[in-house]
Structure formats: structure tokens, C-alpha cells
């Protein structure tokens, strides 16, 4: 079954083809005032300091950056950005798309928690130059002392560029198909791939992310926490404001992290009650916890248009709480709009976002496992929820079966295929695995495109017209015959005791004698003290469970402390990371290794 359709405006000779960062000159001209991008700067200021630069400051930034990339950078040359998120940040993608040398969004070496994804990316990447800042340059000089990467040309301080070389600015064509940036995946089964996205895909993925808001109303504005070396970071925050001459309001992650509340608060003070944002399921749910009624109450959410929860498996659990939590800010019950995509179709692929409550089925769990999406009551024994994803915009997607590549009928699930302008052209410098992942071919293509489309690695199925995610092919446990899918036992696991951290649980399969074995991996709680953590009950605790709502046995569980599960950049659960780190014995285990034997 497919969906979708292209853009009229994407068509070859289209309006859309002409390449996004073109548009900034444009907006400079016609709206040389308005504001363009606002950062927060929590790092001072508890409250947060506001630094603006309208469109036609952008505009000359941009330019002055591009004239000093190229003093000692070609065209087609790759700039990795090392560099904390400011408004500096911002300036040097622009500069870099201007300048047509291949930009690398990356990050300042002493952000905790990525340092081996740095160094894969960054060496993968072989950049000529590094552009950072002044304070993060102690970081920088670290990590190249430090580690065997590529030496730069020259170190680049993004603080320090002289505006006034934008006059001597004279910017080349740039190509629909020229090579914009390289957007390192998250790197959970493997080294960091960098997925080729051409200015054709960025112009593509915004025009399709704009339509499937669809904004009402004068100049709506992106509110955001999400790091821009992360794909749904970089494209709601830079590249949806460019479609229109928008404003993006954005701050860095770790503000997010220390207070979630700044997020809301951030979106309750614009003024002109037209705001969209995005994020990640663990984020609504981390804001979702923390809120405080009384100061909830104080909030004016009723300008959230669109919040777009994406990125990772979204728990119907997860929309409620939040919804429940800002009903009394205003929330709309619409403002929820979950959604699917992935680095390689540059970001966004679909969304449920048409002002209505997100829609979940309650589907037989038995049947799913068989790859048979059927509706059932949700008070049924082995029953369990699924959101739908809405509708691909601007593109299309296919459920196909993987071996015969034969597109599948409703509700039945297969692969998820994406073709449409926004899926890039390729991983950098591995042509073997390019074909394979984005060079797939339809059987009988009927009236779909034959090729090429994109094989996400995600099952999916399409009922009813809207697209439902189900999980990801490498992670299905297949026991006994039997498939499973890991997020459905995770959940499982941390509902089974309060002693589990919730989302923090891995669930994989091992090889054993004629199938595969369960193994769970489960962060301990840090809300419930190691003196009254009684290891052996949670054990009891989560094997009847598993036991009950999925008729297995766990070959083994492990208690781990708090992050030693493997997660991704966008914080999805790395189960591979993890299954390999427990299969070398390196997990920390918490009061000792739990290994009793199903």
C-alpha cells in the first residue's frame, strides 16, 4: 500500500527548484527587518539573554562567512562545524551553503556523551577545514592532540569573521544537485554514515515539512531546544524559516536538559500565538514529569499550533501525559502531531498533523507478530496501542516486502520505502552500500515511481489511509518462530517495577540452542534507593511479566546503573550498541550481574 504524492512545486521547472539558501538574499530584501533567528542564552543569565539577527544581518553574515570559507576551502570541500550552538552556528551553515563547500554539522568536542560518534564522523568526513569559537578552541586542540583524525588546513573562529567581506562576496550558481552538507546518522549499529543531502533535498524537505504544517496566519515562528548537528534540529530550526522568511527562536540542548520548562516557557512568551515545534518522544515526556501545576497554570499555550513528535518510537502513554499536563496552558488536543522520518530522506517523511487529536488503534499484538495489522477492542487479552504517523506530503511511501520487493496491501506489514526530491543520493564514499539502501527497485511498480526508493530498515504498515511505524528490522527478536518487537517488551519491563528507569530499557536477541534467547538490559531507578533496591524482586517482577504479556522467557536480565544503556543522538535506545557491550561483558552492573537462566 502507498501513500502520498509530489509537490507540484518540487516538479522539474517548478518554483521549488530554485535551491533554499537563495532565499535568505531574498528575505534581506523584502523584509530586511523582520527577525530571522533568535538564540537564548541560558549560559549567563538564568532567564535567559535573547540575541536577534533580522534578515538582512543573516543575510550580510552569511555572505562575509562564505567569502572567508573560501579563502582557504573549494567548492565540494568538506568545513566540520565544532562549535557550541549560537547563533555563530546558525551563520556558519548559511555561510557554508553560500560558499558551496560541503559543511559537516558536527559539535564542540567537550559536549559529554558523543565523543566516539566526533571522532567517526569527523574522521569520515576528512575535513580541510574546522570552524569553531574562540572559547570552545581549547576543546578543539583537545580532541585533534588527543586522537589519531585528519588535520585541518586551518582552524576557522566563527566569532571572529569580519563582516565587512561580505561586499566582496560573489557567489557562484548553485546546483539543485550540488552536495549541501553531510548529516552523520546516529551511528547505533555502526560508525557514523554521512548521508549525502544535496540543496535540492533541503529545499525539498522544507517545502514538504511547510505543507504538511500548513501554517495559518502572518509569519508563524519555530520554537526549539534540538541540536542542529541533529537532523530535525537543523531542518525546523534553519531550514523551515528560509520557505517563508520566518522566525526561529532556538536555544541548546543542555539548557533543555538542566530545566525542561524552559521549552514551554519559551513558546508561551511569543507574542504572536502562531508557534510550531518539534521534538523527540523522551522530551514531551521528560517536560511532561517535571511540570508544576501552579506554574503551568501561569502559561498561555493556546498559540501552540504544531508540536511534531518525532525521532523515536512515540508512546501513546507519552501523548497523554503531556496533553494532560498543559491542558490548563491552553494545549489544544489537536497540537499533538506525531510523525516519521529519518536522516536519509534528509528528515521528514510523514506526519499526523491536521489539528485532531493524535490517532491511536488498540491492534491484536498475536496478529501484528504475523505482520497483520488487525483492529481489536482495547480491553482484549495480547492487545496493544499503536499512533498513527498521518500522511507522507511532497513524497511517497510504499510498504513493500523486502525479499520479493512487491508492494503490500493495506494492513499488512512489510518495509517502509520513501522516493520523492528529499531522499539524498547517497552514504559519503560507500557507493556498495548507497545502491543497496537508496538504489531499490519496485517489482511491479504499477503507477508508483519503479525506482529508486529509499529502504528505510523500519516495518510499517498502512491502515486506513495513514502510516503506522511498528519498529525496526535489524532489532525484531524472532523466537520460536515467533516475532517480536523490542519497544513492546521494553515497555513491558519498566511497567513491570518502579526499580526500572523508564525508557532505558534494551531488549535483544542472543543466539541459543535452535533459536534465538530474550536478554534485557534495564538502567536501576535512581529515584528508588540502593538500600531498599532488592535486585531479586525486580528480577521475579519482569520475567512474570514478559512471561504473561508475551509468552517468553528471558534467558537473562541485568540491572545496569543510569547510562550504561546505549542510546543514540536523538535518543533512541542503541539495543545493538548495547547487545555487543554485554556480550563483551562491559556493562556495569548494579549490585551485581543478575543471571539467572530462563
Not at 208 to 232: I, R, T, Y
Not at 349 to 357: F, L
Not at 367 to 373: E, W
Request: hydrophobic fraction near 45%.
Amino acid at each position: 500500500m502507498a501513500l502520498g504524492s509530489l509537490l507540484p512545486e518540487l516538479q522539474p521547472g517548478g518554483p521549488g527548484r530554485t535551491p533554499l539558501i537563495e532565499r535568505v538574499g531574498r528575505w534581506a530584501a523584502e523584509r530586511p527587518d523582520a527577525p530571522a533567528f533568535t538564540f537564548v542564552d541560558f549560559s549567563l543569565d538564568p532567564a535567559g539573554t535573547e540575541i536577534t539577527a533580522t534578515w538582512a544581518e543573516v543575510d550580510r553574515r552569511a555572505r562575509a562567512t562564505a567569502a572567508r570559507l573560501r579563502q582557504k576551502a573549494g567548492p565540494g570541500e568538506r568545513v566540520a562545524l565544532l562549535l557550541p550552538q549560537t547563533l555563530e552556528y546558525m551563520m556558519t551553515m548559511l555561510g557554508a551553503m553560500y560558499a558551496r563547500v560541503v559543511a559537516v554539522p558536527l559539535f564542540s568536542p567537550d559536549l559529554p556523551g558523543h565523543a566516539d560518534r566526533l571522532i567517526g564522523a569527523y574522521t569520515d568526513a576528512e575535513p580541510v577545514l574546522i570552524v569553531t569559537s574562540r572559547g570552545a578552541l581549547p576543546h578543539v586542540e583537545k580532541f585533534l592532540a588527543d586522537h589519531d583524525v585528519p588535520r585541518p588546513r586551518e582552524i576557522m573562529f566563527a566569532d571572529g569573521i569580519d563582516e565587512g567581506l561580505a561586499e566582496f562576496w560573489r557567489g557562484g550558481p548553485i546546483g539543485f544537485d550540488d552536495l549541501a552538507y553531510l548529516q552523520y546518522t546516529s551511528g547505533s549499529t555502526r560508525r557514523p554514515a554521512g548521508v549525502e543531502i544535496t540543496h535540492g533535498n533541503v529545499t525539498a524537505n522544507a517545502a514538504q515539512l511547510w505543507a504538511a504544517w500548513s501554517p495559518d496566519g502572518p509569519h508563524p515562528e519555530l520554537v526549539s531546544w534540538l541540536p542542529l548537528f541533529h537532523d530535525m534540529g537543523l531542518i525546523a530550526t534553519m531550514a523551515l524559516p528560509m520557505v517563508r522568511g520566518d522566525h526561529a527562536i532556538y536555544t541548546d540542548p543542555v539548557s533543555f536538559i538542566m530545566n525542561p520548562m524552559r521549552w514551554v516557557e519559551l513558546i508561551a512568551s511569543r507574542p504572536n500565538k502562531n508557534v510550531y515545534t518539534a521534538g523527540p518522544n523522551f522530551a514531551y515526556e521528560y517536560v511532561a514529569s517535571t511540570a508544576v501545576p501552579e506554574r503551568v497554570a501561569e502559561l498561555d499555550l493556546s498559540g501552540l499550533v504544531t508540536c511534531l513528535n518525532g525521532a523515536e518510537p512515540i508512546r501513546p502513554a507519552t501523548l497523554s501525559a503531556f496533553a494532560d499536563a498543559f491542558a490548563p496552558a491552553g494545549l489544544r488536543p489537536g497540537a499533538q502531531a506525531p510523525g516519521y522520518g529519518l536522516a536519509e530522506a534528509t528528515v521528514f517523511v510523514a506526519a499526523a498533523a491536521q489539528d485532531v487529536p493524535p490517532k491511536i488503534v488498540t491492534v491484536d499484538r498475536e496478529a501484528l507478530a504475523r505482520g497483520l495489522l488487525r483492529a481489536c477492542a482495547a480491553g482484549d487479552e495480547r492487545s496493544g496501542p499503536l499512533v498513527s504517523c498521518g500522511r507522507p506530503v511532497g513524497q511517497y511511501v510504499a510498504i513493500v516486502d523486502p525479499e520479493t520487493r512487491i508492494e503490500q496491501p493495506d494492513s499488512l506489514v512489510g518495509e517502509i520505502w520513501v522516493h520523492g526530491p528529499n531522499t539524498a543520493r547517497g552514504y559519503w564514499r560507500n557507493t556498495e552500500r548507497s545502491q543497496e539502501v537508496f538504489g531499490a527497485e519496485l517489482a511491479d511498480a504499477g503507477v508508483l515511481p519503479a525506482g529508486p526508493w529509499l529502504r528505510t530498515g523500519d516495518y510499517g504498515v498502512v491502515h486506513e489511509d495513514e502510516l503506522y511505524v511498528t519498529g525496526r528490522m535489524k532489532d525484531l527478536i524472532i523466537v520460536d518462530g515467533r516475532n517480536h518487537y523490542p519497544q513492546d517488551i521494553e515497555l513491558t519491563v519498566q511497567e513491570a517495577h518502579q526499580a526500572v528507569r523508564p525508557d532505558h530499557v534494551a531488549a535483544f536477541a542472543v543466539p541459543g540452542e535452535g533459536t534465538e534467547r530474550l536478554v534485557l538490559v534495564a538502567e536501576r531507578n535512581r529515584r528508588v534507593p540502593l538500600a531498599r533496591l532488592d535486585l531479586a524482586e525486580v528480577e521475579s517482577a519482569v520475567r512474570a511479566a514478559v512471561a504473561v504479556e508475551h509468552e517468553l522467557s528471558v534467558q537473562d536480565f541485568v540491572v545496569v546503573e543510569p547510562g550504561s544503556v546505549a542510546r543514540t543522538s536523538s535518543g533512541k535506545i542503541a539495543r545493538a550498541a548495547t547487545r555487543r557491550r554485554y556480550l563483551d561483558g562491559e556493562l556495569p552492573a548494579s549490585a551485581g550481574r543478575l543471571a539467572g537462566r530462563g
